[in-house]
Structure formats: C-alpha cells, structure tokens
C-alpha cells in the first residue's frame, strides 16, 4: 500500500459495500458502488474547507462507481497505487495506472470508474466557483463557463508532477501539528498553489490563454522589445532604452504596449522579473536561500512593495512560493 495520508481525518473504514458508498456520497457526490457485499477493506479520510475537500480513499477491492454529473463541483483523481478505467457520458475513455495518469470529472459528464483491488487515490473535489475564479485572476479576464478539461490527467509530465508533488504536500501538511491547518491564510495560499498546478496540469480551452500563447500571437510589432525584456531583465532597462530597441519614440511604445497588452512597458517588466522570482524560488533550496535576496537580484529592493506586487501576481507569497519548491526538486 501507499502512505495513507490524511489518517488524522477518517470518515470510514469498513467491509459494507452500503457504508462505503454512504461515506463517498457525504463527502463527494451520491452514486451507485457495486463490489463484493461485505468483503472490501475501504478507508476514506478526508477535509473540506469551503472550497476545496481533499481526501484519500482505498477499497482494497475491485469495485466500479456510477456517477451523476457534479453540477457544481469538478473532481480530480490522483492515481497513487494500482490503477482505474473510466468512461463518461460524451464517449471518453481513460486508463489511469499509478503515478502516470488522472482523471478530472466535468461538472456537466456523467461518469463510470472501475477500480482495481489494489487502487488507492487523492482525490480533490473543487467547487466551481473557486476554480473558475481562479482562472480569472490568472489569465486576467472573465471566466464564464465550464472549464473543459480533457477527461485524462498526465502526471508523467513536469506539470503532472507538480500538481501530483504539491496534492500530496497539502496533505502532508494538513496532518501536521502547527501546519497549515491552524493558519487559515497559509492554507488558503497553498489551496491556490495546487489549483494553479490543476490548472497547468490539465489541457483545456483556456490553456493558451494561461501560458501566455495568446499574448505572444498578438504582439506583432512588439516582439522584438518583449524579447529583449525577458532576455535582459537583470539589466538595467528604461523607457527610453526600449523604445531605442523597438526604434520607436517613447510615445509610441507607451501606446503600444497599451493598446496590445494593456499595461505600460515599466510595468511589463516588473511582470516579467517577478516571473523570474518565481522560478529562483521554486528552484531554491529553502533552508538556504532568503526571499529578499532573490527580490534584490531581479531589482526590488523595497521587500513589502516587492511582497504586495508578488501577492497580487501570483495569489501567494514569495515566502509559500519558497517552501513549496522543494516539491519540484
């Protein structure tokens, strides 16, 4: 078996097909188990805040579950041991075997998982709401209908892995005395950090949008500058200096970077380099490397703008940033 995570959180354990199904319905969404009457060694742990419930369930028996769409609530199946076939209501098939592949439910799909005696998952269900909120802040623009993600999950990918690593230390981290659990603001941080994985991790309409293709598609005559910003941003760069590289006056490229990105040069470049402190800390080791000093690199040097301007970028602090690299290394 796997680490059984979340055992401080046991809703139940038992051999009754009836009460097994009963304690996935309370905690997830009402469905029909068929399996072996009274032969099944199931154990759920599990805890919601009001957006986000994570928990862990094995049945330790070959079993299959129908269920209804969610309607308001996305659920993802992280394969930790053994391995599930599904089906749902559009046509789509997945097989999921441990470690390498998922499965995120649509809210709208009805779905049929079949598992195998030896299956063992995290499972995070995500009330709509959120996620979708989520996404708004991320790709800065209204989110107004379902995210439609493929039915399976890759967690071989760099992504997968980082969605599947981060799960995992949330949960970890919930089961730990003077974790996250006591400190609302910590948790709700590292809640985001997991959805932003969901949201890299799983393929859907808005994944060009989030990985920044669609700005590159429309930048036309400001390739050039753009370029040079994400390649120098540990230099020195003026207004002035871009426009000379965009061979325009500082006039023009103001409107320009209006027009096509909707923010100022200057302000680009802050993006750009609080990426790149981002990508320092999620590199470092935390014992070993201090916010500040990453933030001087990259040209802040005034730590509580420089934390605000982060927060308001990413939803997190530098600081949660920092401590969740060492799920990358």
Known sequence: MHQEFLAGDAVMATRSLEEARDA????????????PQDAMDMRLNATSDRYLTLGYLTYQAETELRMPAAEQWYHINLQLTGATWASRSDGGREHTPAQQRGLILNPQQANTVRWSPDAEQLILKVSRSSLESHLSDLIGRPVTEIVDFDFGLDLSTTSGQALLRSVEFLATELERPGGVRDMPLARSQLEAYVLTNLLHAGRHQYSDALAG?????????????????????????TPELLA?????????????FQEQLGESPMAYVRRVRL??????????????TRVTDVAMRWGFFHQS??????RSQFH??????????????
């Not at 996935?24 to 399996?35: A, D, K, M, Q, S």
């Not at 000379?244 to 320009?256: E, F, Y």
């Not at 703008?305 to 982060?310: D, E, L, S």
Request: hydrophobic share 40%; charged share 30%; glycine share 4%.
């Open 24 to 35: 996935v319905t309370r905690v997830y969404l009402p469905h029909e188990l068929v399996g």
């Open 213 to 237: 293709d669609e700005d590159k598609a429309r930048l036309g005559r400001l390739a050039a500058v753009v370029r040079y910003i994400e390649e120098n941003a540990d230099a020195e760069l």
């Open 316 to 329: 997190e602090l530098p600081s949660v940033t920092l401590q969740a690299g060492r799920l990358e290394v």
């Open 305 to 310: 703008r420089f934390a605000q301007q982060y």
């Open 244 to 256: 000379r590289v965009s061979c325009v006056s500082v006039r023009t490229l103001h409107a320009a």
């Open 275 to 288: 990426s790149k402190v981002r990508a320092d800390l999620l590199r470092a080791d935390p014992h070993r």
